[in-house]
């Protein structure tokens, strides 16, 4: 077999080296000896005499064209100068691209900007222990105590604010309490940890297991939101750690939290000794990859050569990434590249020769591992005309689909949702929103969340005017490119008093709140999906006027009428792809041009988030097409109505608990998720002044129509507003989650999905349970069930006479609620006809 071309391909590639830490400066009280080793103390005395040692000694004095002694190398260092010595490794080693831990404490390290001068494009990976030490050595501008809740709300806050800046996390738990972790660690033996950790005074020194194991699941929940990946220490190490507790098979009560199935996890350092277990782990756990620096060059030639081996035994060559693990000195990033360079053609050589590769498939493999997979997992986009120009560098970190403004992006949309549910949005340019709106927001009058549909005025009774003004925060975990318009980013906003002090009316915040408490109380997480339906109307003149009406006539689920749209819809899947939405189904519906777009389910704050960014594409695609698109509940009184229809489960511990988990259970539904489901029918009709919040919305739900009318609920009958639901997959008479018909197209998502959580609290706080089912019309059982509010008035009166949704929701976002309410009643009573404004609005 001929081996050149492969030796070409690994010789030759552009590597990425996906995890590195800073270099310092030759003066650093960091010897360069200590950079060659892993030893310390008395035992360093003795690393001169291991093999590798004395490989790289050669390696080092071969590069600079002196003695091989760690005098002569030394000399040689000092004589050259830092700059010199670090172009000289820099360009041997021919890396692309670094991604450095910047955690790594070290005496005069060197910033990340500096060593942009030698690779052309270089992320940060953030360390989260680090960064919690660096909090907790901060005293607190108040004067006050460290608590568990400020803590761990400053650390995410911390997080959020630098995760379009950053590639990913990284974890040392090995090294300090070990990766058998507790994703589950309760709040009050954090707390504990978190006492003792500040009783040991400063600097602050986390080595609390339950603390650890807290921060460590916040990092994960967090890395799951801003689709960042998580870069764990495994294996061997420097006598800080304990070898035992390093085996990733710990990690394996993480691997199976359902919570964070969708977290990427990167085992690094080949995990040696333990690099067959780190390969069965990538094998049979989708998130799971590997990363082999240290163990490449620290290792003798055939440790390391056997350590890669038995990654590549069971693991996919495409989850496995080339990194030195360089830190300190310059050379140990040339030694890396170098050396892993040989290992790798020895390895992928010998599993052609036995039979495993082909060699076509060996250069491919080849250009996977030194580049291409990280490429790909980190969302690294560079292009390099000639090393060391400037001018011929162009390099930035994609995120979650958002390109830099070297990209051309020139505009940013900052979105918000009124009270009334109206999509709202205030556009800057790419500098001006980097440089001062990331930090400090955009100015925006108080009046603008007392808005009604029909006029952009603040309504009466709100205590909202024009005096006052609040800070629109970008969420930066939610920006994303424009798929419809490449030049633009868009970004959900938070409403604050001032940077880092939440309004008490931004409806973002109202579902965090009871989100919290649902989480406190109850450790129970909800999960929503929504089913977006809507009209595709388009525009033709009648007696010199333009009107609006359906594309089609085609009935339910019509192929002819798929057909007609079809490739929009596939303009519409693409778009929501790009914003990581997941599309379950989608098919003409039966009101004359509508259609529905089913989405999957996600945790109910990203559920709403992406049920915006859901509308905001069916609208802009159905408008490149000459179209309108509307979600108005009742956009004509003689056709069927728009739901966005919303199917709620609870989870706990990445568990489905909504579901009985044996048929014994009363209708298929856990006692919690019973209790919780009777909050919400309980609380329905007060619910419905959120989630069906203009006088049209009532024009939809009436009976016969499948928008259910009346107080009940039932199993598998599209008739009642609460339907039990058991789809595909699940066990026959188990329950999954319960669809809310009750909630339309105008509604703010954040306060529908907060007034039903609220509701659910409720019901798990009195242990309420359900009535019996109704099996069949609920119309036909007229005088025997009570009928749902057949008004937004009837809803409203309900919500005043609620002091559960008062409590819950916040007094003050009540008002504005109640005063936006009557302000549309009043002006849709006395303008019969202005609902017909309402395509043109939602």
Known sequence: ???????????????????????????????????????????????????????????????????????????????????????????????????????????????????????????????????????????????????????????????????????????????????????????????????????????????????????????????????????????????????????????????????????????????????????????????????????????????????????????????????????????????????????????????????????????????????????????IDFYVKSFGSKDNVRSNFVKKGTDTPEDGVSLVRVIWVDASGQHRCRVVPTKRFNDVVTKNGVGLTFASMAMISAADCPADETNLTGTGEIRLIPDLSTRWRIPWEKQEDMVLADMHLKPGEAWEYCPREALRRVSKILKEEFNLVLNAGFENEFYLLKSVLSEGKEEWVPIDSTPYCSVSGYNAVAPIFHEFVAHLQSLNITVEQLHPEAGKGQFEIVMGHSVCTSAADNLIYSREVIRAVARKHGLLATFAPKYALDDLGSGSHVHISLWQNGENVFMASGGSSRHGISDVGQEFMAGVLYHLPSILAFTAPIPNSYDRIQPNTWSGAYQCWGKENREVPLRTACPPGVQDGLVSNFEIKSFDGCANPHLGLAAIIAGGIDGLRRHLRLPEPIDGNPSSLDGKLKRLPVSLSESLEALQKDVVLHDLIGEKLLVVIKGVRKAEIKYYAENKDAYKQLIHRY
């Open 1 to 379: 077999m001929e081996f050149a071309e492969l030796r070409q391909v690994v010789e030759k590639t552009k590597l990425v080296d996906a995890h590195a830490h800073n270099i310092v400066a030759l003066d650093s009280a960091f010897a360069f000896l200590n950079s060659l080793s892993e030893a310390d103390g008395d035992a360093l005395t003795y690393a001169p005499h291991s093999l590798s040692f004395k490989r790289n000694l050669r390696n080092i004095a071969e590069i600079y064209g002196c003695e091989s002694s760690l005098q002569a190398v030394e000399e040689y260092r000092k004589s050259s100068g830092l700059h010199s010595i670090s172009s000289i490794c820099f360009e041997a080693a021919n890396i692309s691209a670094v991604l450095i831990d910047d955690g790594l404490k070290l005496d005069k390290k060197q910033d990340i900007e500096w060593h942009k001068s030698f690779v052309p494009f270089v992320g940060r990976i953030l360390r989260i222990e680090s960064l919690a030490e660096e909090i907790l050595n901060q005293d607190k501008s108040d004067g006050s105590p460290w608590t568990l809740d400020i803590f761990i709300e400053t650390f995410l806050e911390k997080l959020r604010s630098v995760a379009d800046k950053i590639v990913g996390l990284k974890s040392i738990a090995a090294y300090r309490s070990g990766l058998e972790i507790n994703t589950n660690v309760t709040k009050e033996d954090a707390e504990e940890g978190l006492a003792e950790v500040l009783l040991g005074g400063k600097p602050v020194r986390i080595t609390n297991k339950s603390l650890i194991d807290c921060i460590f699941t916040h990092s994960l929940e967090a890395a799951v939101c801003f689709d960042l990946p998580l870069q764990i220490h495994t294996g061997f190490g420097d006598k800080d750690l304990d070898l035992r507790l390093s085996n990733p098979l710990h990690l394996r009560t993480v691997l199976n939290d359902k919570r964070f199935s969708k977290c990427r996890i990167v085992l690094l350092h080949a995990s040696y000794p333990f690099s067959k277990e780190a390969s069965y782990l990538a094998s049979v756990y989708h998130q799971v990859y590997l990363d082999f620096g240290l163990a490449v060059p620290k290792l003798s030639v055939h440790g390391m050569i056997s350590s890669i081996k038995e990654l590549l035994e069971l693991a996919p060559v495409k989850k496995v990434m080339f990194s030195t693990d360089g830190y300190a000195s310059p050379e140990t990033y040339y030694l890396g590249a170098k050396i892993a360079r040989e290992v790798l053609f020895t390895v992928l050589r010998d599993a052609c020769i036995d039979g495993d590769l082909s060699v076509a498939e060996a250069i491919e493999a080849a250009k996977d591992i030194c580049a291409q997979n990280a490429i790909n997992f980190y969302k």
